[in-house]
């Protein structure tokens, strides 16, 4: 009986240290979870990270192709493009008035600036820049329905290669660029999506 008596006792005082185990155990994973999205959801620093690169945004070189009409603008005060160029279905031009006209592939000094397929956001899907605040554009670049069906990571890398936006820092002589360099807003969109994403008021 006695016997019997100290192996229950044994049994329990083992269930015990297992327990006591898995509780360490699930803490510890736990508080790493946490740390984990804590990391992921900055959301004060991923506001921050938006708003100053909101400043590359809505700079004329790329502002002014994400007008808010149909025409696109020139030149640092964003007045209405000349000749009456207008968006067209496809961001290229409506009837005659093809980007590719004037546009080529290199900067024409004295005339029009360019790279390869030189066009503006189409018609059913604008794009949009001009007049948002840094809080509505954030929202509008996370929205699929409005950003050409991109997932967040798919906003940067557009951001990190696209030939249109690297452009804007090689816009031909007389034209100005951006303060921050490519890079450095790259780094910033890059750091709003790896703290959550969370958008300006
Ligand atoms: C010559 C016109 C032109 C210029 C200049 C231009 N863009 Fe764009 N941008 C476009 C077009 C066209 C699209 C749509 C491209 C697509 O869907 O593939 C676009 C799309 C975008 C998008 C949306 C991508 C998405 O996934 O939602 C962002 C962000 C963007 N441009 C940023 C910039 C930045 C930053 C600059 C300046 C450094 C700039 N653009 C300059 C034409 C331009
Ligand atoms: C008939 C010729 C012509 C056509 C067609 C044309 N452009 Fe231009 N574009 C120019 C010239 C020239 C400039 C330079 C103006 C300047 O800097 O004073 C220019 C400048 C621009 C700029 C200004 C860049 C900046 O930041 O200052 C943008 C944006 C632009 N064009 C977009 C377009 C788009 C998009 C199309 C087609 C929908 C188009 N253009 C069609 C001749 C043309």
Do not use: Y
């Amino acid at each position: 009986m006695a016997r019997l008596k100290n192996h229950g006792q044994t049994k329990t005082l083992a269930l015990l240290i297992v327990a006591a185990g898995l509780v360490v155990v699930l803490a510890g994973l736990f508080s790493c979870l946490n740390r984990a999205t804590a990391g992921n959801q900055d959301s004060e620093g991923a506001k921050k990270a938006f708003a100053e690169a909101a400043e590359v945004l809505f700079h004329p070189r790329c502002l002014n192709c994400h007008p808010s009409g149909d025409a696109p603008l020139i030149r640092d005060d964003s007045q209405t493009h000349m000749f009456n160029v207008k968006r067209g279905p496809e961001g290229k031009g409506a009837g005659a008035m093809n980007c590719s006209l004037c546009h080529g592939e290199t900067n024409k000094p004295g005339g029009a600036p360019g790279v390869a397929n030189w066009h503006m956001p189409p018609e059913n899907m604008p794009m949009v820049f001009q007049g948002l605040t840094p809080g509505q554009l954030c929202r509008q670049l996370k929205d699929p329905k409005q950003n050409g069906g991109r997932t967040g990571e798919q906003v940067i890398d557009h951001i990190d290669k696209d030939t249109l936006v690297l452009w804007g820092w090689n816009p031909g002589e007389g034209r100005t660029t951006p303060k921050m360099s490519h890079k450095e807003f790259s780094a910033k969109m890059h750091e709003w999506i790896a703290k959550g994403g969370a958008c300006p008021e």
